[in-house]
């Protein structure tokens, strides 16, 4: 499995994948993902969501076939490496995120106040902002 640069073609499956854990957001656009790759099937995918005042690792999630094998964990080093600062989320999974420097968000940006109220499926209530400081 490779972790590459989405393209428009691998949308549909992008999407096939986000809906599986309701991921899915209206506007997703492939230049947003990066993937997972294993023999032409899109397997994983994280995608980085630029918002007025801060950028989001979002839409985060590796087939269930194929997870534990460290796919999620490449997939948001690569992530990392695209992001050119703060980075924040939305997560029901903090403790996954904290292993890469993710810390619950003292303040939170304007655009990811209501974030917990957008994640259908999922209980707000479990639902932390983090972020992390990144390259400037």
Not at 19 to 32: H, I, P, Q, R, V
Not at 106 to 121: F, N, T, Y
């Amino acid at each position: 499995m490779h972790i590459r640069k989405a393209k428009k073609a691998d949308l549909p499956d992008i999407i096939r994948l986000a809906k599986t854990c309701n991921l899915d957001y209206a506007g997703m656009e492939a230049d947003a993902f990066l993937v997972a790759e294993e023999g032409g099937r899109i397997l994983g995918m994280g995608g980085l969501k630029k918002h007025p005042e801060c950028l989001e690792l979002c839409a985060l999630d590796v087939d269930k076939k194929w997870r534990g094998r460290g796919w999620g964990k490449k997939l948001v080093q690569a992530l990392l490496r695209e992001a050119p600062g703060e980075l924040y989320l939305a997560t029901i999974i903090p403790d996954f995120f904290a292993r890469f420097g993710f810390e619950k968000a003292a303040a939170v940006p304007p655009s990811m106040v209501k974030k917990a109220e957008w994640c259908a499926g999922c209980r707000p209530e479990l639902c932390t902002i983090m972020v992390k400081e990144g390259r400037k």
